[in-house]
């Protein structure tokens, strides 16, 4: 079982992403920290690749154009960056999201 400390990296990143997400849906200021709150709790809840599809239902929902390659290079890199805001060492579970997202991206 991950510690919380190998979460951090993941929890932000979610958070990250879920501001970004919501930018695109055009969410108001609160609805946008709602979003961004929901995608954190799928850090926890579900598997790595739901926010993926979370995402991906409510762009289609919304109308909103972008690729699930395109997601996923953001996921990639809001995880790098995640990484580094939180000090994540080599190794962490967040590193070993980031290799997944890489091979996903590449496959």
């Known amino acids: 079982m991950s510690s919380f400390n190998d979460l951090k990296p993941m929890i932000h990143r979610n958070k990250l992403l879920g501001m970004w997400a919501a930018g695109k849906l055009q969410l108001s200021d609160a609805d946008a920290d709602a979003y961004s709150d929901a995608m954190v709790m ?10 993926l599809k979370k ?8 109308g909103v154009v972008q690729s699930d390659e395109e997601i996923l290079s953001v996921m990639n890199d809001l995880m790098l960056q995640a990484m580094k805001q939180t000090g994540a060492r080599r190794g962490s579970a967040g590193d070993a999201a980031a290799v997944l997202l890489a091979r996903k991206l590449t496959s």
Request: cysteine-free.
């Open 42 to 51: 799928q850090t926890i809840d579900s598997e790595p690749f739901d926010v």
């Open 55 to 62: 995402i991906r239902a409510d762009f289609d929902a919304a």
